[in-house]
């Protein structure tokens, strides 16, 4: 069984081997895939980003590959791009700048492992980190977008989670031009565990 990483990154030049030195380690602790591919979405990065990946050199059953946009189209087109080119069985999105540790990717993946009810692994934040106003408003948020759509929705839920191909294959499907991912994943209706991650601390650059 194969996974994919899948990885939207603008301007992470600092956090490309990083990323790819915990992800790496991450997969040679762990047992349940033969295959790993770490597919990074460049998205039109005006620093050296392109160039960190093409200077990777991954080790035994490992894959490193790139799709590089000729502008900046933002977070939810590399995301989009990211599940046209995926390979793997199980996939996972995920940010290159490692407040999202790649380990926790993989214990969500190995949760599908073990639960074949579940096809999606959603990860939310523990502990939020932003302001009370803030939280106010997500949480205010998350509840009317729920009561308001029919939907299942994970409440705080990231971009950062685990799914099998086949839920892909529905976002893939999904014909909208403005596209809200966090939505989407509640809109294809597969069924989904909820798993709680502690945000660390930016490896280097700022937000974008």
Known sequence: MRITFIIPSYNEEANVAPFFDAATEAFARQSDFDGFELLFIDDGSTDGTLAAIRELVPPAQVDVRAVSFSRNFG??????????????????????????????????????????????????????????????????????????SGMDVVADASDFRAFRRNVADALLQMPEYFRFSKGLFSWVGFRTLAWPYEVQERNAGSSS
């Not at 939810?76 to 199980?90: F, K, N, P, S, V």
């Not at 999606?120 to 729920?146: D, I, M, P, S």
Request: hydrophobic residues 40%; aromatic residues 8%; neutral net charge.
């Open 75 to 148: 977070k939810e087109a590399g995301m989009y791009a990211g599940l046209q080119h995926a390979t793997g069985d199980i996939q996972a999105i995920i940010d290159a700048d490692l407040q999202q540790p790649p380990r926790v990717a993989f214990e969500m993946a190995h949760q599908l492992i073990c639960h074949p009810e579940y096809d999606c692994v959603a990860a939310y934040q523990e502990q939020r980190k932003q302001g009370a106003v803030h939280n106010a408003l997500a949480r205010r948020f998350y509840k009317t977008l729920k009561s308001s």
